[in-house]
């Protein structure tokens, strides 16, 4: 836990934050509680029984090309916004999100690796999964001071596989593969397609659909 100032961590090896201990103390690997930076190069791990990494009070940067895990909550979680790089080859995880980005402020995420458990953006922002990414789980956006903004590149893969919502004014623009499966999902936004989108129409909801790409119904015939 960094108090006080805004901390740097860069980690080659092995950090693990236990069992929570209080309200205040949820068992972060990494705890930068004035913002900060957090570095964890390949081959380096950050787990935590709550949190993997945790930014509170100012913004957060993190760039991780090696292991992150959140056990009960979310692997990154950036209480006052910043920006989360999961390079290729990097995996961040979560029980509840992968990554987290909270209602103070907009949040970025650029991902080239594997997030599993999803992303939250509640201020605003970006998500760009780039080509040869995946994120799999829940998906939240909504508007902030700006709108959020997310991209499944070509060559990119997103799957949504648990309740999520896209918020008014928010825009998904998908080149990739996106599958909605096994899910309710909400889509107030603008969905703009030139890829293929996989979905169950029985617990998807969406406002409004652009593009030219390929949508396919789970278990149906091709529409």
Not at 8 to 27: H, K
Not at 123 to 146: E, K
């Amino acid at each position: 836990m960094v108090i006080g100032g805004a901390g740097t961590v860069v980690n080659y090896g092995s950090i693990a934050g236990q069992s929570a201990t209080s309200l205040f103390y949820l068992g972060m690997g990494v705890d930068l509680q004035s913002g900060g930076a957090v570095t964890n190069h390949t081959g380096g791990t950050i787990s935590g029984y709550g949190f993997g990494v945790y930014v509170y009070t100012n913004a957060g940067t993190v760039l991780n090309a090696g292991s992150i895990v959140g056990g009960s909550y979310s692997g990154v979680r950036l209480r006052y916004g910043g920006t989360v790089t999961n390079q290729s080859g990097g995996t961040i995880s979560g029980g509840h999100l992968g990554v987290l980005v909270n209602y103070a402020a907009e949040g970025t995420v650029i991902n080239a690796g594997s997030i599993a458990g999803g992303v939250g953006l509640y201020g605003g922002g970006a998500v760009t999964n780039q080509t040869g990414g995946t994120i799999s789980g829940a998906l939240y956006a909504y508007t902030g001071s700006s709108a959020a903004t997310l991209l499944n590149s070509a060559g990119a893969y997103w799957e949504i596989t648990s309740t999520s919502t896209i918020g008014d004014g928010v825009t998904l623009t998908n080149a990739g593969t996106l599958t909605v499966s096994n899910t309710t999902f909400a889509d107030y936004g603008t969905l703009v397609n030139s890829g293929l989108i996989n979905i169950d129409p029985s617990y998807t909801t969406l406002a409004s659909v652009g593009g030219s790409g390929t949508i396919d119904q789970i278990g149906r015939a091709h529409v």
